[in-house]
């Protein structure tokens, strides 16, 4: 820390010019000290890779890639292994410095969440490992898809899913999100199809199916990222733009026409966008997230193209993500609060400055109901509902709950109430400055705060109970939304028999209050009620794909049903992989007696989902 304050107050004396700042993140990167993390069985305190030459070949027909990891590393000088987490890997060999020097290796066997321990012996001498690998059927990252699974129907497609601990189902790696690196990559697909990475990609297809990539800014391996497809690109301004196949990228343009927009006043609120590019790429409807933030270049589900730009939120949140998670990123997935709550808070200030406080407050009520639901779904976890986790021996994916998302940005938008705007924005501009291309735990992160927030302002506040404590803490602030208040009136009077349908569905209402709306119907509502007004507001046939999902839900849970939605339900699960989506309506059906039914039309469904939304569902189903 002194040391730092000394650097710190030279630059001042000496102007800050670039070797001054090239020589003080010199300083800091090799101090750089590594918190434990148990998801990896990486030692990066001993040796630890600083760069990551990929050259691999992308084989559609085996469904597997195949290739060398060439890593430049740094180590202590006695140090004699390296270690890299690998699952689901076929090591071939392991070379030294250069291609031809054949090193020892061995494969320590781990378990079935964290994969193997890759260990690897190391000469005095040795400045970096060449790892020859191919991927299995068992790759978890990976999703080959047929060409009908496709837009365009024509051509196979392949994506990758990293987040949390995925990476290393493709890539030897030392996968801690701690470890950032750079990378650059040669990518070898058919010559028909189009690659690109989380890094600088080109705009058109090669005329070889040779494809080469740099990322220069050290990121965390789980936001390395692959996508492989008949792709075309589009640009929205000179540094944002979309990648789409030929029959969306008219409609993906449209529909993400705001986002130079947002990352205008995304850098108002919190400095620089540091990544030069941003784009977006919509993949197939098997993709299991609704977005991931891969740097420069979000994977998005096709699903948030709704022709209207209503669920654009998304686009808000991975874009910041830019700044909370890819800039300054969760040491360990214990820390994945500071990941997903900073930036949905920053998600709805982006919100809030683009489209205006209602649709904030709007976006900000909804999420106080899925914290709701999420603290029901936990009752019986009380310590899954704290921020910081302790998630030693299970799989990360169980900590990625509303939790991290909505009490966090429940804690920050409580702080912002407590410190005042002005206050809160300072400090998280000097935030992400101070702790830009690191990462952070939350011991970190509270420490931060109260040396630069909660001491200088001489403000008290119980973040102690927020970050360690299960529940929500009694000074939460209540968020409201005008436009939803009068969305709960209308279901009061639905409910009192004081409104026709008619009238329900002639309400000017925005795709959040149909939202709100809908998931608010209470449960005295009778399927023939249902009946009715489907009948005129018509949301068994809607295109929006939120409106389906939520309106699903209701539907099993009243136990309304006919051919036409049955039908429009299995259509939906089995062309859709969203996992918050299709586990939703799973789930409505498990606990509305229709456990059966939701079994048969998931074996149909499965074959067509990605791994991270098999996992779920299959512990959801019993199977
Ligand atoms: N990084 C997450 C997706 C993720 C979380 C992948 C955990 C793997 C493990 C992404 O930023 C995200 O939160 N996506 C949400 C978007 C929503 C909150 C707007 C999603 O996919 O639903
Ligand atoms: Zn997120």
Redesign the pocket.
Known sequence: MKKTLTILSLMVLFGCSDINKKQSKKTTAKKTIYAVDNHSFAKPNEAVAKHLNLNIKVDFNKKIISGKATYKIEKKATVTKIHFDIKALVIHKVTINNYKDETDFNIVEGDEIHGDDLTITLPKNASAVTIFYETTSKTEALQFLKPEQTAGKEDPFLFT?G??ILTRTWIPIQDSPQIRLTYDATVEVPYNLMAIMSAKNGKQKSQNGMYYFTMKQAISPYLIALAVGDLEYKPLSSRTGVYAEKVTIDAAAFEFEDVEKMIVRAEMLYGKYHWEQYDIVVLPPSFP?????NPRLTFATPTIIAGDKSLT??VA??LA?SWS?NLVTNATWNDFWL??GF??YF?RRIMEAVYGKEYADMLAVIGRQDLDEGLEGLKHTPNDTKLKLNLDGRNP?DG?TDIA?EKGFLFLKTLEEKVGRPNMDLFLKAYFKEFAFSTITTEKFLNYLNANLLTPNKITFNVEEWVYSPGIPANQIKITSTKLDVVMQVIEKWEKGNIMVEEICDQDWTIQQKIHFIRNIPATISARQLESLDAHCEFTNTTNSYIAMVWFEQVIKHNYHNKHIDKKIEDFLTTVG?R?YVSTIYNALKNNGKLNYARRIYKKARKNYHS?TTNTIDNMLGL
């Open positions: 899913q987040q949390a997230f609704g977005g991931m933030e939120t998304l949140h991975e993500h998670g990941n997903e930036t949905v998600e994916d990625m998302y969203r918050w991270v």
